[in-house]
């Protein structure tokens, strides 16, 4: 009878809505009954991973609508055991259940509340924090770091636990400089304790005096209510008509996006996402070495880190928000209220020109349309926002916020591998890289990319000229940027062709980047191995869906893109998914302490012979 109404509950579920809307409260809860009573999940148990597992791309494009399937991934601590389950929502039974050997699952807030117990148990820990002259435990902060596989793990689960003093109720701005315990989460031990010697705690930081001169009320005002449109996930603003969605990994995601043109949705893209990000520390001292964050796969920090956004602050007064519901690690469904935002902006002049005759210039106030959201990875926050203008033009803009994580130094010490932001702190030198899955669908599935640069043309003092070269293997598609070349790549499809017979495309427009200064050799390196490329693209294959691999978490590297690329699979008319790495290199300013000012990077895609002109600009526009 259980089994019986829990089949046709799913079926009601699945037959509601589109096939790529996001898992409602009711299918989390109904995946994770399917899984209890096939006695795969427990309460002993634990999902570091449960989201809706897309329908194979061709049936979504032959407007089918497939069953809803779920993926969680299972956790049995005691054994040390990972599980993959896919389930069936309207059958209402898992389709496979296979273990996964040699991997750990990302880290779980139940394993932050573990390493903190078994520090703060540790008498070598506590020797080392009453070495400080710190006496009250209850304001020491203890954050557990991931890391890569170590010769010592032994197969086990082991985190690096570092130390903060709460003074103030913010720890990051009192560094516990030079202690670090090596915690096994299975046996519960601290397996080994660094202590490089005690400095003196950082004073509470100087907060500038503001300026005296107070700024009158900017309102933001829409009277007739906004220009977009909702329809379920589906939204229409101008002519821009896109899907969006919340994964448990990677956030907020877009789908279908397209522009609407003569009675029809051209499509553009497929599927955009940020898949995934890594954070390297630049400071190689024993207890700074391991310190690279990857926060979506190693932290699991997405689903539980998109916290409510505030009207006003994060997003204007006129934005509307969006819900994201997700499930917790014990298989429970939450709702996040809004986790994103929409709204529109101004965009400044969208273009101008003047005739001189009539003296008398014409110009136009461009609107632009803005889906944002925030992850919140302590003691950083990452702000993404889709934008979207009236030229055709989708740019990504990501936002960088936070406090900088610093180290404890003497105040004579001279500045090694940071900056000093205070006389006994440095912020140490680090780098942010974000690399975004563009899975582009050009008028169609079977697209082409070549590299564009510009140069001086050889029998000419000021001609300039364009060298195409086509990327027709994924090898010759592991590039880098070249701002000296104006370097660009376009995704366009062959077999489509504009009023001037060009083939129509988009380009794929770099903004600021940077390189990894670490070492090829380096473990970072090894498991971040997108970071050899800022530019990969790949056939579309549904299995490859994250840059650094499925399980990061004390992985040993060489898998994902690298492993992925390495059959130099053509790319000639084919579906193709672009990967894109965005770097920063940062730099700590005194200027960025306590909290750093929101530090701006990202990258366009604009139209390049997708349309027959310039889609902002009619007839009714000249005079």
């Known amino acids: 009878m259980v089994r019986a109404f829990l089949t046709l509950f799913t079926v009601a579920v699945a037959l509601r809505g589109h096939p790529l809307d996001p898992l409602t409260a009711q299918e989390i809860t109904a995946a994770v009954n399917i899984l209890r009573a096939e006695h795969k999940f427990d309460n002993a148990s634990r999902l570091p991973l449960l989201q809706f597992e897309e329908p194979p791309k061709n049936e979504i494009l032959a407007g089918h609508n497939p069953p809803r399937r779920v993926f969680a991934m299972v956790y049995r601590r005691a054994s040390r055991q990972v599980f993959e389950a896919m389930i069936d929502l309207a059958a209402g039974h898992t389709v496979s259940w296979k273990e996964i050997k040699g991997v750990q699952p990302p880290l779980l807030i139940e394993d932050f509340v573990i390493a903190e117990q078994v520090v703060r148990n540790d008498r070598g820990w506590r020797a080392a924090i009453a070495k400080r002259g710190i006496r009250d435990l209850e304001r020491v902060q203890v954050d557990a770091w991931g890391g890569g596989a170590e010769p010592g793990d032994n197969g086990h689960r082991v985190v690096r636990a570092v130390s903060y003093y709460k003074e103030g109720g913010i720890g990051y701005f009192h560094p516990v400089e030079g202690l670090v315990a090596w915690v096994d989460l299975d046996s519960r031990k601290v397996e080994r304790l660094l202590d490089t010697g005690a400095l003196p705690l950082a004073k509470p930081p100087a907060f500038a005096e503001p300026s005296m001169a107070s700024l009158r009320p900017l309102e933001v005002r829409q009277p007739q209510g906004p220009s977009f449109r909702f329809d379920g996930h589906l939204i229409e603003w101008d002519n821009w008509r896109f899907r969006y969605s919340f994964d448990a990994r990677e956030g907020l995601v877009l789908y279908s996006v397209g522009y609407a043109e003569g009675g029809k949705v051209r499509p553009i893209l497929y599927r955009a996402s940020l898949a995934e990000m890594v954070v390297p520390y630049g400071d190689p001292s024993p207890a700074w070495s391991f310190r690279n964050a990857f926060d979506i796969s190693e932290y699991a920090f997405t689903a539980r880190s998109m916290f409510s956004m505030t009207l006003g602050a994060d997003a204007p007064a006129n934005a509307a928000f969006l ?32 005739d001189l005759r009539t003296e008398r210039p014409v110009v136009r106030r461009a609107r632009e349309l803005v889906l944002s959201s925030f992850l919140s990875a302590p003691p950083y926050e990452y702000g993404f926002n889709w934008i979207f203008h009236q030229d055709g033009r989708l740019e990504m803009s990501v936002s960088l916020t936070g406090i900088m994580t610093t180290k404890g130094v003497d105040p004579n010490s001279p500045d090694m591998h940071g900056h000093r932001v205070a006389p006994d702190l440095e912020a140490v030198h680090h780098q942010h890289f974000f690399n975004f899955r563009l899975d582009f669908d050009i008028d169609g599935t079977q697209n082409s990319i070549l590299e564009m640069n510009a140069q001086r043309a050889e029998d000419s003092s000021n ?149 027959r002109s310039n889609p902002a600009f009619s007839a009714k526009d000249i005079h």
């Not at 880098?480 to 104006?486: E, L």
């Open 463 to 611: 001609a300039i000229a364009t060298v195409d070269t086509p990327l027709s293997r994924e090898l010759d598609a592991k590039r880098m940027v070249n701002p000296s070349s104006n370097r660009v790549w376009k995704i366009f499809n062959p077999s489509v062709r504009n009023a001037l017979n060009q083939p129509v495309g988009y380009l794929l427009i770099p903004g600021e980047n940077a390189i990894s200064y670490a070492a090829p050799s380096s473990q970072i390196r090894r498991r971040a191995g997108f970071l050899d490329s800022q530019l990969w693209v790949t056939p579309f294959e549904p299995a490859e869906r994250y840059p650094a691999g499925n399980y990061v978490f004390q992985s040993s590297g060489g898998e994902g893109l690298p492993a992925w690329v390495a059959r130099n699979r053509p790319l000639t008319a084919k579906d193709l998914v672009v990967w894109y790495t965005l770097g920063v290199t940062h730099i700590p300013r005194p200027e960025e302490w306590p909290v750093m000012s929101v530090h701006r990077a990202g990258f366009e895609l604009a139209p390049s012979g997708f349309f």
């Open 323 to 354: 819900d994201a519901t997700f499930a917790d690690e014990e298989g429970k469904a939450y709702t996040t209220r809004r986790a994103a935002a929409l709204y529109e902006r101004d965009g400044g002049v969208l273009w101008r020109y003047a």
